[in-house]
Protein backbone atom coordinates (compact mmCIF):
# COMPACT_ATOMS: atom_id res chain seq x y z
CA UNK A 1 0.00 0.00 0.00
CA UNK A 2 1.41 3.11 -0.95
CA UNK A 3 1.16 6.43 0.78
CA UNK A 4 1.74 9.44 -0.98
CA UNK A 5 1.80 13.45 -0.14
CA UNK A 6 0.76 16.08 -2.41
CA UNK A 7 1.34 19.88 -1.80
CA UNK A 8 0.50 18.64 2.20
CA UNK A 9 0.13 21.97 4.54
CA UNK A 10 -1.29 21.57 7.54
CA UNK A 11 -1.99 24.74 9.91
CA UNK A 12 -3.28 24.51 13.95
CA UNK A 13 -6.16 25.61 14.72
CA UNK A 14 -6.56 27.31 11.33
CA UNK A 15 -8.66 30.55 11.22
CA UNK A 16 -8.25 31.67 15.02
CA UNK A 17 -5.83 33.80 16.48
CA UNK A 18 -4.09 31.01 17.81
CA UNK A 19 -3.22 29.73 13.88
CA UNK A 20 0.49 28.00 14.05
CA UNK A 21 1.55 26.56 10.67
CA UNK A 22 3.47 22.81 11.11
CA UNK A 23 3.76 21.61 7.86
CA UNK A 24 3.68 23.11 4.16
CA UNK A 25 4.51 22.29 0.74
CA UNK A 26 4.72 18.56 1.63
CA UNK A 27 5.63 16.25 -1.36
CA UNK A 28 6.60 12.72 -0.44
CA UNK A 29 5.73 9.29 -1.58
CA UNK A 30 5.89 6.28 0.79
CA UNK A 31 5.81 3.09 -1.53
CA UNK A 32 4.63 0.10 -0.52
CA UNK A 33 7.02 -2.56 1.18
CA UNK A 34 9.37 -0.33 1.98
CA UNK A 35 11.23 1.00 4.65
CA UNK A 36 11.51 4.58 5.10
CA UNK A 37 13.22 6.51 7.81
CA UNK A 38 11.89 10.08 8.87
CA UNK A 39 14.56 12.31 10.04
CA UNK A 40 14.63 16.40 11.54
CA UNK A 41 15.46 17.38 14.63
CA UNK A 42 12.72 18.61 17.36
CA UNK A 43 9.90 20.59 16.13
CA UNK A 44 10.47 19.87 11.92
CA UNK A 45 7.16 18.39 11.91
CA UNK A 46 7.88 14.80 12.04
CA UNK A 47 5.16 14.26 14.44
CA UNK A 48 2.38 16.17 12.30
CA UNK A 49 3.41 14.08 9.22
CA UNK A 50 3.62 10.65 11.24
CA UNK A 51 -0.23 11.63 12.43
CA UNK A 52 -1.36 12.35 8.48
CA UNK A 53 -0.19 8.10 7.77
CA UNK A 54 -3.29 7.22 9.07
CA UNK A 55 -5.59 10.11 9.33
CA UNK A 56 -5.58 10.80 13.05
CA UNK A 57 -5.27 14.82 11.51
CA UNK A 58 -6.41 15.44 7.99
CA UNK A 59 -4.30 18.01 5.61
CA UNK A 60 -5.53 21.53 5.62
CA UNK A 61 -3.95 21.84 2.62
CA UNK A 62 -3.50 19.34 -0.57
CA UNK A 63 -4.11 15.66 -0.10
CA UNK A 64 -2.62 12.03 1.19
CA UNK A 65 -3.73 8.99 -0.39
CA UNK A 66 -3.21 6.18 1.79
CA UNK A 67 -3.29 2.82 -0.46
CA UNK A 68 -6.93 3.63 -2.78
CA UNK A 69 -8.28 6.27 0.27
CA UNK A 70 -7.33 9.97 -0.41
CA UNK A 71 -7.83 12.34 2.28
CA UNK A 72 -8.21 16.21 2.30
CA UNK A 73 -9.31 18.86 4.24
CA UNK A 74 -12.86 18.31 3.36
CA UNK A 75 -13.13 14.08 3.41
CA UNK A 76 -15.93 13.01 5.67
CA UNK A 77 -14.47 11.18 9.21
CA UNK A 78 -16.52 8.46 8.43
CA UNK A 79 -14.74 5.63 7.08
CA UNK A 80 -11.16 6.70 8.26
CA UNK A 81 -11.32 3.95 11.02
CA UNK A 82 -10.11 1.10 8.85
CA UNK A 83 -7.18 2.62 8.08
CA UNK A 84 -6.16 2.65 11.57
CA UNK A 85 -6.16 -0.88 10.88
CA UNK A 86 -4.40 -0.84 7.92
CA UNK A 87 -1.88 1.57 9.07
CA UNK A 88 -0.51 0.78 12.72
CA UNK A 89 1.44 3.59 14.85
CA UNK A 90 3.24 2.48 17.65
CA UNK A 91 4.19 5.89 19.52
CA UNK A 92 6.45 7.11 21.76
CA UNK A 93 6.27 5.10 25.24
CA UNK A 94 3.24 3.20 24.05
CA UNK A 95 4.47 0.97 27.20
CA UNK A 96 1.95 4.43 29.03
CA UNK A 97 -0.89 3.16 26.87
CA UNK A 98 -1.07 -0.32 28.65
CA UNK A 99 -4.63 -0.68 30.90
CA UNK A 100 -6.22 -3.97 30.83
CA UNK A 101 -5.67 -6.53 33.66
CA UNK A 102 -3.80 -8.95 31.51
CA UNK A 103 -1.03 -8.59 29.13
CA UNK A 104 -3.54 -11.07 26.86
CA UNK A 105 -7.09 -8.79 27.02
CA UNK A 106 -4.23 -6.13 26.52
CA UNK A 107 -3.13 -7.24 22.99
CA UNK A 108 -6.65 -8.29 21.99
CA UNK A 109 -8.29 -5.08 22.62
CA UNK A 110 -7.30 -3.88 19.05
CA UNK A 111 -8.87 -6.44 17.34
CA UNK A 112 -12.04 -6.46 19.49
CA UNK A 113 -12.58 -3.23 18.78
CA UNK A 114 -13.04 -4.13 15.14
CA UNK A 115 -15.44 -7.18 15.39
CA UNK A 116 -12.85 -9.78 16.07
CA UNK A 117 -14.31 -12.19 19.14
CA UNK A 118 -12.74 -12.42 22.63
CA UNK A 119 -11.72 -15.97 22.28
CA UNK A 120 -10.06 -15.64 18.69
CA UNK A 121 -8.28 -12.05 20.30
CA UNK A 122 -6.70 -13.59 22.64
CA UNK A 123 -5.91 -16.53 20.63
CA UNK A 124 -3.84 -14.34 18.30
CA UNK A 125 -2.11 -12.25 21.32
CA UNK A 126 -0.57 -15.71 22.08
CA UNK A 127 0.87 -15.89 18.91
CA UNK A 128 1.99 -11.93 18.72
CA UNK A 129 3.80 -12.93 22.27
CA UNK A 130 6.89 -15.09 21.06
CA UNK A 131 6.99 -12.81 17.74
CA UNK A 132 7.64 -9.97 20.20
CA UNK A 133 10.31 -11.90 22.37
CA UNK A 134 7.97 -13.33 25.25
CA UNK A 135 7.00 -16.40 26.00
CA UNK A 136 3.24 -17.78 26.03
CA UNK A 137 3.43 -17.40 29.52
CA UNK A 138 2.92 -13.99 29.80
CA UNK A 139 -0.81 -14.06 28.33
CA UNK A 140 -1.97 -14.03 31.90
CA UNK A 141 -0.27 -11.58 33.75
CA UNK A 142 -0.68 -8.28 34.67
CA UNK A 143 1.30 -5.94 32.12
CA UNK A 144 1.94 -3.35 35.26
CA UNK A 145 4.69 -6.34 36.84
CA UNK A 146 6.91 -6.16 33.79
CA UNK A 147 9.83 -4.24 33.31
CA UNK A 148 9.90 -1.01 31.04
CA UNK A 149 11.56 -3.07 27.82
CA UNK A 150 8.83 -5.68 27.95
CA UNK A 151 5.87 -3.34 28.54
CA UNK A 152 6.77 -1.39 25.33
CA UNK A 153 7.24 -5.47 23.92
CA UNK A 154 3.61 -6.13 24.73
CA UNK A 155 2.35 -2.43 23.35
CA UNK A 156 3.79 -3.27 19.82
CA UNK A 157 2.01 -6.49 20.04
CA UNK A 158 -1.29 -5.04 20.50
CA UNK A 159 -0.43 -2.49 16.88
CA UNK A 160 0.58 -5.69 15.37
CA UNK A 161 -2.54 -7.33 16.56
CA UNK A 162 -4.43 -5.33 14.30
CA UNK A 163 -2.08 -6.49 10.96
CA UNK A 164 -1.38 -3.61 9.81
CA UNK A 165 -0.04 -3.28 6.37
CA UNK A 166 1.94 -0.65 7.67
CA UNK A 167 3.55 0.24 10.84
CA UNK A 168 4.64 3.80 11.77
CA UNK A 169 6.91 3.41 14.73
CA UNK A 170 8.06 6.74 16.29
CA UNK A 171 11.42 6.39 18.39
CA UNK A 172 10.59 2.74 19.43
CA UNK A 173 13.76 2.13 20.84
CA UNK A 174 13.73 5.59 23.14
CA UNK A 175 15.07 4.63 26.66
CA UNK A 176 15.82 0.62 26.33
CA UNK A 177 19.18 -0.75 26.85
CA UNK A 178 21.43 -1.98 23.60
CA UNK A 179 20.57 -5.34 23.49
CA UNK A 180 16.76 -4.46 24.11
CA UNK A 181 17.28 -1.57 21.44
CA UNK A 182 18.73 -4.56 18.76
CA UNK A 183 16.30 -7.05 18.96
CA UNK A 184 13.42 -4.41 18.66
CA UNK A 185 14.83 -3.38 16.12
CA UNK A 186 15.64 -6.71 14.01
CA UNK A 187 12.45 -7.52 15.27
CA UNK A 188 10.78 -4.74 12.74
CA UNK A 189 13.62 -5.75 9.98
CA UNK A 190 12.52 -9.15 10.02
CA UNK A 191 8.62 -7.80 9.38
CA UNK A 192 9.96 -5.57 6.84
CA UNK A 193 12.43 -8.26 5.12
CA UNK A 194 9.96 -11.68 5.17
CA UNK A 195 6.16 -10.25 5.89
CA UNK A 196 6.21 -7.47 3.74
CA UNK A 197 5.19 -5.28 5.77
CA UNK A 198 6.07 -1.23 4.96
CA UNK A 199 8.03 0.36 7.40
CA UNK A 200 8.32 4.50 8.45
CA UNK A 201 10.73 4.98 10.99
CA UNK A 202 11.01 8.11 13.15
CA UNK A 203 14.29 8.45 14.88
CA UNK A 204 17.12 10.05 15.60
CA UNK A 205 19.21 7.58 15.37
CA UNK A 206 21.65 7.76 12.10
CA UNK A 207 22.79 4.38 13.14
CA UNK A 208 19.30 2.77 12.81
CA UNK A 209 18.70 4.56 9.59
CA UNK A 210 22.22 3.30 7.90
CA UNK A 211 21.51 -0.19 9.28
CA UNK A 212 17.52 -0.94 8.05
CA UNK A 213 16.12 1.98 5.79
CA UNK A 214 16.22 1.75 2.40
CA UNK A 215 14.62 5.85 1.90
CA UNK A 216 15.36 8.64 4.05
CA UNK A 217 13.16 11.63 4.10
CA UNK A 218 14.59 15.03 5.82
CA UNK A 219 12.02 17.07 7.07
CA UNK A 220 13.37 20.80 8.75
CA UNK A 221 10.58 23.59 9.27
CA UNK A 222 7.64 21.86 8.33
CA UNK A 223 8.71 20.84 4.96
CA UNK A 224 10.96 18.34 3.19
CA UNK A 225 13.87 19.51 2.24
CA UNK A 226 16.01 16.21 1.33
CA UNK A 227 14.19 12.78 0.12
CA UNK A 228 16.39 9.56 -1.15
CA UNK A 229 18.55 6.40 -0.45
CA UNK A 230 20.81 6.86 2.77
CA UNK A 231 23.65 5.88 1.51
CA UNK A 232 23.12 9.13 -1.42
CA UNK A 233 21.83 11.47 1.58
CA UNK A 234 25.02 10.31 3.94
CA UNK A 235 27.78 11.45 1.07
CA UNK A 236 26.20 14.87 2.08
CA UNK A 237 27.95 14.92 5.73
CA UNK A 238 28.47 18.55 6.36
CA UNK A 239 25.52 19.05 5.37
CA UNK A 240 23.73 16.90 7.44
CA UNK A 241 26.02 18.03 10.65
CA UNK A 242 24.76 21.63 9.63
CA UNK A 243 21.33 20.41 10.32
CA UNK A 244 22.68 18.91 13.55
CA UNK A 245 21.39 15.74 12.64
CA UNK A 246 24.62 14.09 11.81
CA UNK A 247 26.27 10.94 9.80
CA UNK A 248 26.55 7.07 11.05
CA UNK A 249 29.85 6.71 12.80
CA UNK A 250 30.86 4.64 10.07
CA UNK A 251 30.45 7.22 7.76
CA UNK A 252 32.15 9.95 9.61
CA UNK A 253 34.88 7.33 10.32
CA UNK A 254 35.25 6.44 6.38
CA UNK A 255 35.85 10.35 5.68
CA UNK A 256 38.43 10.91 7.99
CA UNK A 257 40.67 7.71 6.66
CA UNK A 258 39.45 9.39 3.18
CA UNK A 259 41.47 12.35 4.09
CA UNK A 260 44.83 10.63 6.32
CA UNK A 261 45.19 7.81 3.55
CA UNK A 262 43.99 9.37 0.87
CA UNK A 263 41.86 6.97 0.00
CA UNK A 264 38.20 6.94 -1.91
CA UNK A 265 35.45 4.40 -0.81
CA UNK A 266 32.91 3.66 -2.98
CA UNK A 267 30.00 2.83 -2.44
CA UNK A 268 29.83 4.96 0.52
CA UNK A 269 30.04 2.50 3.74
CA UNK A 270 27.58 2.25 5.67
CA UNK A 271 27.95 -0.12 8.28
CA UNK A 272 30.93 -1.42 9.70
CA UNK A 273 30.95 -4.61 8.10
CA UNK A 274 31.20 -3.32 4.59
CA UNK A 275 33.89 -0.34 5.60
CA UNK A 276 36.09 -3.32 6.65
CA UNK A 277 35.24 -5.02 3.28
CA UNK A 278 36.71 -1.95 1.81
CA UNK A 279 39.75 -1.86 4.38
CA UNK A 280 40.46 -4.70 3.89
CA UNK A 281 40.41 -4.65 -0.43
CA UNK A 282 42.70 -1.62 0.22
CA UNK A 283 45.50 -3.14 2.98
CA UNK A 284 44.82 -6.93 2.87
CA UNK A 285 47.66 -7.69 0.82
CA UNK A 286 47.96 -11.21 2.31
CA UNK A 287 50.30 -10.35 4.06
CA UNK A 288 50.71 -11.79 7.94
CA UNK A 289 48.20 -8.96 10.16
CA UNK A 290 49.18 -6.77 12.68
CA UNK A 291 53.13 -7.68 13.11
CA UNK A 292 54.06 -4.01 13.86
CA UNK A 293 57.43 -3.68 14.95
CA UNK B 1 42.16 8.27 49.08
CA UNK B 2 39.67 10.37 50.38
CA UNK B 3 36.36 8.13 50.43
CA UNK B 4 33.04 10.24 50.00
CA UNK B 5 30.88 6.77 49.64
CA UNK B 6 31.26 3.69 50.73
CA UNK B 7 29.21 1.17 50.25
CA UNK B 8 30.02 -2.64 52.41
CA UNK B 9 28.04 -5.66 51.15
CA UNK B 10 24.62 -4.40 50.75
CA UNK B 11 21.82 -6.78 49.88
CA UNK B 12 17.96 -5.31 48.70
CA UNK B 13 14.50 -7.14 47.92
CA UNK B 14 11.90 -5.25 46.49
CA UNK B 15 9.70 -7.96 47.95
CA UNK B 16 9.32 -11.04 50.78
CA UNK B 17 8.72 -13.96 48.33
CA UNK B 18 11.02 -12.38 45.33
CA UNK B 19 13.55 -15.16 45.22
CA UNK B 20 15.84 -13.29 43.29
CA UNK B 21 17.12 -10.14 45.19
CA UNK B 22 17.78 -6.70 43.54
CA UNK B 23 20.89 -6.45 45.17
CA UNK B 24 23.40 -9.02 46.28
CA UNK B 25 26.20 -8.73 48.51
CA UNK B 26 27.65 -4.84 46.52
CA UNK B 27 30.77 -3.41 47.81
CA UNK B 28 32.42 -0.82 46.58
CA UNK B 29 33.41 2.47 46.94
CA UNK B 30 34.02 6.26 45.33
CA UNK B 31 36.27 8.91 46.54
CA UNK B 32 35.92 12.40 46.00
CA UNK B 33 35.60 14.04 42.75
CA UNK B 34 35.15 11.06 40.78
CA UNK B 35 33.16 10.00 38.33
CA UNK B 36 31.46 6.46 38.56
CA UNK B 37 29.63 4.75 35.65
CA UNK B 38 27.12 2.18 37.03
CA UNK B 39 26.37 -0.36 34.20
CA UNK B 40 24.70 -3.33 33.32
CA UNK B 41 21.24 -4.35 31.52
CA UNK B 42 17.94 -3.34 32.45
CA UNK B 43 16.88 -5.09 35.54
CA UNK B 44 20.64 -5.52 36.90
CA UNK B 45 19.76 -3.74 40.02
CA UNK B 46 21.71 0.14 38.52
CA UNK B 47 18.47 1.87 39.38
CA UNK B 48 18.23 -0.33 43.37
CA UNK B 49 21.91 0.52 43.90
CA UNK B 50 22.00 4.35 43.20
CA UNK B 51 18.92 4.50 45.32
CA UNK B 52 20.65 3.08 48.15
CA UNK B 53 23.05 5.67 48.28
CA UNK B 54 20.62 8.45 48.88
CA UNK B 55 18.60 6.19 51.16
CA UNK B 56 15.00 5.86 48.89
CA UNK B 57 15.63 2.30 49.90
CA UNK B 58 17.31 0.83 53.01
CA UNK B 59 19.06 -2.14 52.32
CA UNK B 60 17.93 -5.60 54.16
CA UNK B 61 21.95 -5.97 55.03
CA UNK B 62 24.88 -4.05 55.05
CA UNK B 63 26.24 -0.81 55.31
CA UNK B 64 26.33 2.26 53.43
CA UNK B 65 28.14 5.36 54.61
CA UNK B 66 28.05 8.76 52.70
CA UNK B 67 30.88 11.46 53.79
CA UNK B 68 30.95 11.19 57.37
CA UNK B 69 27.20 9.75 57.73
CA UNK B 70 26.32 6.09 57.94
CA UNK B 71 22.89 5.44 56.21
CA UNK B 72 20.63 4.95 58.96
CA UNK B 73 16.82 7.13 59.85
CA UNK B 74 18.69 9.76 62.07
CA UNK B 75 21.14 10.12 58.99
CA UNK B 76 19.27 9.98 56.18
CA UNK B 77 18.06 13.93 55.73
CA UNK B 78 21.57 14.98 56.12
CA UNK B 79 22.54 12.05 53.33
CA UNK B 80 19.98 13.51 51.22
CA UNK B 81 21.58 16.90 51.56
CA UNK B 82 24.63 15.62 50.12
CA UNK B 83 23.31 13.75 47.47
CA UNK B 84 20.77 14.99 44.22
CA UNK B 85 19.47 12.69 41.83
CA UNK B 86 18.63 13.47 37.89
CA UNK B 87 15.91 10.78 36.64
CA UNK B 88 15.49 9.59 33.22
CA UNK B 89 11.93 11.49 32.53
CA UNK B 90 12.55 15.19 31.90
CA UNK B 91 8.94 15.98 32.25
CA UNK B 92 8.84 13.56 35.70
CA UNK B 93 10.26 16.00 37.97
CA UNK B 94 8.91 19.78 37.47
CA UNK B 95 7.07 21.28 40.13
CA UNK B 96 7.80 24.97 39.17
CA UNK B 97 5.79 26.89 36.33
CA UNK B 98 8.56 29.05 35.13
CA UNK B 99 12.31 27.76 35.01
CA UNK B 100 13.47 29.80 38.00
CA UNK B 101 10.64 28.89 40.56
CA UNK B 102 11.43 24.93 39.67
CA UNK B 103 15.41 25.54 40.69
CA UNK B 104 14.14 27.56 43.85
CA UNK B 105 12.04 24.46 44.78
CA UNK B 106 14.70 22.80 46.91
CA UNK B 107 16.11 25.82 48.24
CA UNK B 108 12.71 26.92 49.48
CA UNK B 109 12.57 23.34 51.20
CA UNK B 110 15.86 24.19 53.19
CA UNK B 111 14.08 27.69 54.02
CA UNK B 112 16.96 30.18 52.97
CA UNK B 113 16.31 33.55 53.17
CA UNK B 114 15.01 34.99 50.01
CA UNK B 115 18.09 36.80 48.67
CA UNK B 116 20.15 33.63 48.97
CA UNK B 117 17.65 32.30 47.14
CA UNK B 118 17.36 34.22 44.04
CA UNK B 119 21.50 34.63 43.89
CA UNK B 120 22.02 30.48 43.98
CA UNK B 121 19.12 30.31 41.62
CA UNK B 122 20.84 33.15 39.37
CA UNK B 123 24.05 31.39 39.83
CA UNK B 124 22.75 28.10 38.91
CA UNK B 125 21.22 28.40 35.91
CA UNK B 126 24.23 30.26 34.86
CA UNK B 127 26.67 27.16 35.69
CA UNK B 128 24.26 24.74 33.19
CA UNK B 129 24.12 27.89 30.32
CA UNK B 130 20.42 28.47 30.69
CA UNK B 131 19.89 31.69 32.68
CA UNK B 132 18.20 33.14 29.35
CA UNK B 133 15.72 30.44 30.13
CA UNK B 134 14.87 31.58 34.02
CA UNK B 135 11.30 32.94 33.11
CA UNK B 136 10.30 30.55 30.58
CA UNK B 137 7.87 27.57 31.18
CA UNK B 138 9.56 24.18 31.46
CA UNK B 139 7.29 22.32 29.36
CA UNK B 140 8.48 24.54 26.04
CA UNK B 141 11.82 23.63 26.80
CA UNK B 142 13.77 20.37 24.14
CA UNK B 143 14.49 17.39 26.45
CA UNK B 144 18.16 18.55 26.92
CA UNK B 145 17.24 21.96 28.38
CA UNK B 146 14.78 20.04 30.88
CA UNK B 147 17.58 18.12 32.12
CA UNK B 148 19.75 21.22 32.30
CA UNK B 149 17.36 22.79 34.66
CA UNK B 150 16.88 19.74 36.93
CA UNK B 151 20.84 19.88 36.79
CA UNK B 152 20.28 23.02 38.13
CA UNK B 153 17.94 22.44 40.77
CA UNK B 154 20.35 20.15 41.86
CA UNK B 155 23.76 22.48 41.76
CA UNK B 156 21.38 25.26 43.99
CA UNK B 157 21.00 22.91 46.82
CA UNK B 158 25.19 22.88 46.62
CA UNK B 159 25.01 18.38 46.93
CA UNK B 160 28.66 16.44 47.32
CA UNK B 161 27.48 14.00 44.98
CA UNK B 162 25.04 14.05 41.77
CA UNK B 163 23.38 10.53 40.71
CA UNK B 164 22.29 10.74 37.39
CA UNK B 165 19.57 7.66 36.63
CA UNK B 166 19.89 7.32 32.95
CA UNK B 167 19.33 10.97 32.96
CA UNK B 168 20.36 11.35 28.85
CA UNK B 169 18.26 8.01 27.85
CA UNK B 170 15.71 10.18 25.99
CA UNK B 171 17.40 12.74 24.67
CA UNK B 172 18.16 12.98 21.21
CA UNK B 173 21.74 12.83 20.10
CA UNK B 174 22.03 16.57 20.71
CA UNK B 175 20.65 17.05 24.04
CA UNK B 176 22.56 14.33 25.33
CA UNK B 177 25.81 16.08 24.09
CA UNK B 178 24.60 19.24 25.45
CA UNK B 179 23.85 17.23 29.04
CA UNK B 180 27.22 15.28 29.12
CA UNK B 181 28.89 18.91 28.54
CA UNK B 182 27.00 20.46 31.44
CA UNK B 183 27.95 17.93 33.63
CA UNK B 184 31.61 17.85 32.89
CA UNK B 185 31.56 21.32 33.70
CA UNK B 186 29.53 21.32 36.41
CA UNK B 187 31.48 18.39 38.69
CA UNK B 188 34.52 20.41 37.86
CA UNK B 189 33.63 23.46 39.06
CA UNK B 190 32.31 22.38 42.16
CA UNK B 191 34.24 19.53 42.56
CA UNK B 192 31.74 16.66 42.87
CA UNK B 193 31.63 13.50 42.74
CA UNK B 194 29.62 12.11 39.92
CA UNK B 195 27.34 8.71 39.87
CA UNK B 196 25.95 8.13 36.03
CA UNK B 197 23.91 5.27 36.19
CA UNK B 198 24.04 4.62 31.46
CA UNK B 199 23.45 2.59 28.82
CA UNK B 200 24.99 5.72 26.88
CA UNK B 201 28.84 4.83 25.84
CA UNK B 202 30.32 8.04 25.94
CA UNK B 203 28.53 8.42 28.96
CA UNK B 204 30.58 5.65 29.87
CA UNK B 205 33.61 6.97 28.54
CA UNK B 206 33.37 10.18 30.40
CA UNK B 207 33.79 8.43 33.70
CA UNK B 208 36.87 7.53 35.84
CA UNK B 209 36.23 4.28 36.77
CA UNK B 210 33.15 1.95 35.60
CA UNK B 211 31.22 -0.99 37.78
CA UNK B 212 29.39 -4.14 36.03
CA UNK B 213 26.24 -5.10 37.08
CA UNK B 214 24.74 -8.29 36.68
CA UNK B 215 21.58 -10.11 38.19
CA UNK B 216 21.95 -7.59 41.16
CA UNK B 217 25.75 -8.32 41.85
CA UNK B 218 28.81 -6.26 40.76
CA UNK B 219 30.10 -8.30 38.07
CA UNK B 220 32.92 -6.07 37.18
CA UNK B 221 35.13 -3.24 38.00
CA UNK B 222 37.73 -1.31 35.88
CA UNK B 223 38.84 1.90 34.01
CA UNK B 224 36.67 2.49 30.66
CA UNK B 225 39.97 1.24 28.44
CA UNK B 226 39.63 -2.02 30.70
CA UNK B 227 36.18 -2.42 30.17
CA UNK B 228 35.75 -1.20 26.79
CA UNK B 229 38.53 -4.10 25.93
CA UNK B 230 35.59 -6.72 26.84
CA UNK B 231 34.45 -6.51 23.08
CA UNK B 232 31.45 -7.98 22.39
CA UNK B 233 30.98 -9.02 25.91
CA UNK B 234 30.01 -5.07 26.40
CA UNK B 235 26.54 -5.75 24.88
CA UNK B 236 25.92 -8.12 27.55
CA UNK B 237 27.07 -5.44 30.31
CA UNK B 238 24.07 -3.52 29.08
CA UNK B 239 26.57 -1.20 26.74
CA UNK B 240 26.64 -0.34 23.05
CA UNK B 241 29.90 -1.07 21.51
CA UNK B 242 32.26 1.77 20.81
CA UNK B 243 32.95 2.45 17.55
CA UNK B 244 36.20 1.00 17.19
CA UNK B 245 35.54 -2.16 18.57
CA UNK B 246 32.19 -2.54 16.33
CA UNK B 247 35.03 -2.05 13.10
CA UNK B 248 37.36 -4.35 15.05
CA UNK B 249 35.34 -6.73 15.13
CA UNK B 250 34.43 -6.42 11.57
CA UNK B 251 38.01 -6.37 10.65
CA UNK B 252 38.26 -9.78 12.25
CA UNK B 253 35.58 -11.28 10.62
CA UNK B 254 36.61 -10.42 7.04
CA UNK B 255 40.06 -11.92 8.22
CA UNK B 256 42.25 -9.50 9.25
CA UNK B 257 44.40 -9.87 12.35
CA UNK B 258 43.32 -6.99 15.02
CA UNK B 259 44.69 -5.98 17.89
CA UNK B 260 43.13 -7.34 20.79
CA UNK B 261 43.74 -3.85 23.15
CA UNK B 262 41.01 -1.49 23.03
CA UNK B 263 41.83 1.33 20.39
CA UNK B 264 40.10 4.60 20.39
CA UNK B 265 39.30 6.27 17.13
CA UNK B 266 42.62 8.18 16.87
CA UNK B 267 44.26 4.42 18.12
CA UNK B 268 42.73 3.10 15.40
CA UNK B 269 43.67 5.29 12.91
CA UNK B 270 47.13 5.28 13.75
CA UNK B 271 46.84 1.20 13.94
CA UNK B 272 45.83 1.42 10.45
CA UNK B 273 48.19 4.13 9.23
CA UNK B 274 51.11 1.75 10.59
CA UNK B 275 49.75 -1.67 8.95
CA UNK B 276 49.04 0.21 5.64
CA UNK B 277 52.35 2.05 5.64
CA UNK B 278 54.52 -1.80 6.15
CA UNK B 279 52.93 -3.22 2.75
Redesign the interface.
Known sequence: MDIRFEEVGFTYQKGTPFESRALYDINLSINDKSYTALVGHTGSGKSTVLQHLNALKKPTEGSVSIGEQVITAATNNKGLKKLRKKVGIVFQFPEAQLFEETIGRDIAFGPKNFGVSEEEAIEKAKALLPQVGLDESFLDRSPFDLSGGQMRRVAIAGVLALEPQVLVLDEPTAGLDPQGRKEIMDMFYDLYKNQGLTIVLVTHQMEDVAQYADHMVILEKGTVTKEGAPRDLFKEADWLESMQLGVPQTVRFAQQLEKRFNWTFDPLPLTTDELAEQIKEKIGDGREAGDRT | MNEIVTVNQISYHYTEEDARPALNDVSFSINKGEWIAIIG???SGKSTLAKAINGLIEPSGGEVKVGPYELNEENIWSIREMVGMVF?NPDNQFVGSTVQDDVAFGLENQGLPREEMVERVREALEKVNMLEFAEREPARL??GQKQRVAIAGIVALRPDIMILD?AT??L???GREEVLRTVKEVKERENLSVISIT?DIDEAASANRILVMREGKLIKEGTPEEIFSYGDQL??M???LP?PE??K???K???????SEYLT?EG??E??????S??
Open positions: PNGQSGESMDPKHIEGLDFKLSSLNSGINVPEMVWLWTYDKK
